[in-house]
């Protein structure tokens, strides 16, 4: 195993240091001390990339695998109500959330591989919890635990294969094999969690983690090498709380708007709390002499427009994916098996787009890349407008198509422009960055377009419903959700027969079809402002010297 090494002299350097050796007077010998200390490394980083990625598969995966679980856990644990299994994604995705920032911070300042072991171990740990559990109240913290693991390992992967990989062209290579590796966790996901359920205990969804765990553990260990800012500032424990509380509240307020309204009590204080502690946030990491998270990043256009495109592209996948995901369940009433299977293409078009975004590197600015990926991703949406029950899987396969490589491209671009944006020393922190923001994004979209569907799903169904011969409570379970609605047409069958159900299902499909088209227009809205404004800001800043850029702030009062 190797000794750790780190990622720059053990003197104190400034950012032109650590950004632009060309710019320093022994530039003329840093080419052959560079060549040397690659050619040690040799076919080493390839291997340690492939582990590094393993671990987000497994990371990717869990969040797709308990989706498809729901049901099974509905039957299977004590007090299973809906909003409480809600809650076994929703713990997950805001210890995952809140705790991005810090985690990323404590990998540069403990070391990346230290970090991504320490979440390894942990995510195992919790994965056996999780799989013991009896009741939805366990089971629900053990959740939360799983994104404290989960908050460790993702910055940490990223960050290590920056350090690893520091000549730009196979920078991109090495960035656009991460970015495929979550479309490859997206896809297992379903497929993985349907074939378990229909053959082993719910329990078998988490215990699968184990030895995908103990392959990356065991390769990262052996074939990852050590890095750290060593010139790291003081633990800042004010900024931490604050990053910690105010993404708390942020993701709260967006998980609980589409159920609880934009307006009410609980979402306006959720949301209002959550600004004040981030705008103290900010206050504080401007004026603090150790921030941990140095706010001049965000002048640096690249960084800031890599930053905006990120959360544009998660902004539409996650609401889409969630969409379409009741798409194939309830309109067409497939199982969770066959409906995993069905969104497989989506995972090859992101690896293909991401890869394509590494081959246009070398030609094609990122400010051109990014937007071309942005702007597919909105012509995606504009054509999943148009889709009908009666749409054919081949249709929506070419969707996939457009979506998929639009968010490859995006994904691997954007997120190559943010790292290669920051000194090589806060590679922790800009992954984490960049991590926070594809799950904010993400849930914001999740928010916005799952509100706007209740609005008009509700409404529709609710007028077209009005005379039907149903009981008021059956109504109410219709208008409530789609999934809801799959329950009273199973009902409806048993006593009516297929000829009630179907008109049952054409207006129920009706409402669906309509609020699904006003989610992909958000969403296709969402990418095509991103795409100009990312354009506007990366483009602006594409041919600067970052090197200089930092020196400057260096030289700048915070």
């Not at 990622?7 to 032109?16: L, Y």
């Not at 427009?305 to 379409?324: D, R």
Request: proline share 4%; glycine share 10%; aromatic share 8%.
């Amino acid at each position: 195993m190797q000794k750790p090494v780190t990622t720059a002299a053990p003197a104190p350097v400034s950012h032109a240091d650590l950004t632009c050796p060309a710019t320093r007077a022994d530039a003329p010998l840093e080419p052959l001390a560079d060549a040397v200390s690659l050619g040690r490394r040799g076919s080493r980083r390839w291997v340690s990339l492939a582990f590094v990625c393993l671990a987000v598969v497994v990371i990717v995966m869990d969040g797709s695998i308990v989706n498809v679980a729901l049901p099974t856990l509905a039957r299977s644990l004590d007090g299973a109500s809906n909003s409480r299994l809600q809650w076994v994604v929703d713990a997950y995705i805001l210890a995952f959330a809140a705790l991005l920032l810090p985690a990323g911070s404590a990998s540069d300042r403990f070391g990346r591989k230290r970090v991504l072991l320490v979440g390894l171990a942990t995510f195992a740990i919790v994965s056996i919890g999780a799989a013991r559990a009896t009741t939805v109240e366990a089971l629900i913290a053990w959740r939360a635990f799983m994104g404290l693991g989960a908050a460790m390992i993702f910055p940490s992967t990223l960050a290590i294969l920056t350090d690893d990989f520091p000549e730009p062209s196979l920078r991109r290579i090495a960035i656009a094999i991460w970015a495929g590796s979550s479309g490859l966790g997206v896809a297992i996901g379903p497929v993985a969690g349907g074939w378990l359920l229909e053959h082993f205990h719910w329990g078998s969804i988490f215990l699968v983690n184990l030895p995908v765990i103990a392959v990356a553990w065991i390769g990262t260990a052996c074939f990852t090498r050590e890095s750290k800012d060593v010139d790291h500032a003081r633990f800042d424990p004010i900024g931490a709380a604050l990053a910690i509380s105010g993404t708390l509240g942020l993701v709260w307020g967006l998980i609980e708007a589409p159920e609880a309204g934009w307006g009410s009590r609980e979402t306006l204080v959720s949301l209002g709390l959550s600004a004040l502690l981030l705008c103290a946030f900010v206050w504080w990491e401007r004026r603090t002499a150790h921030p941990m998270l140095d706010m001049r990043y965000f002048a640096n256009r690249r960084f800031a427009g890599g930053c905006l495109a990120i959360a544009a592209a998660f902004f539409g996948l996650f609401g889409f994916v969630f969409m379409v995901t009741q798409y194939f369940q309830f309109l067409h009433g497939y199982d969770a098996l066959t409906a995993g299977i069905r969104t497989t293409p989506f995972a090859g078009f992101i690896l293909l787009g991401a890869l394509l975004a590494a081959n246009a590197g070398k030609r094609v600015p990122a400010h051109v890349t990014i937007a071309a990926g942005l702007a597919l991703m909105a012509a995606g949406f504009a054509w999943a407008t148009r889709d009908t029950i009666d749409t054919s899987y081949a249709l929506m396969v070419g969707q996939m198509g457009v979506l998929g490589t639009g968010l490859g491209l995006v994904n691997a671009a954007a997120t190559e422009t943010i790292m290669s944006s920051l000194p090589l020393n806060k590679a922790g922190t800009g992954s984490s960055v960049n991590d926070t923001l594809r799950e904010i994004g993400g849930t914001l979209g999740v928010a916005g377009m799952g509100s706007a569907f209740n609005a008009l799903y509700r409404g529709e169904i609710a007028e077209r419903l009005a005379s039907a011969p149903l009981p008021h409570e059956a109504k109410d379970l219709i208008r409530s959700s789609v999934g809801a609605a799959s329950m009273v047409l199973e009902k409806v069958g048993e006593i009516a027969g297929p000829t009630a159900v179907a008109s049952l299902k054409v207006p129920i499909a009706d409402a669906f079809l309509k609020g699904f088209a006003a989610s992909c227009w958000i969403a296709g809205g969402a990418a095509a402002l991103g795409a100009v404004c990312a354009y506007l800001l990366v483009s602006s800043g594409a041919d600067t010297s970052d090197a200089a850029f930092f020196a400057e702030a260096d030289r700048r009062p915070s």
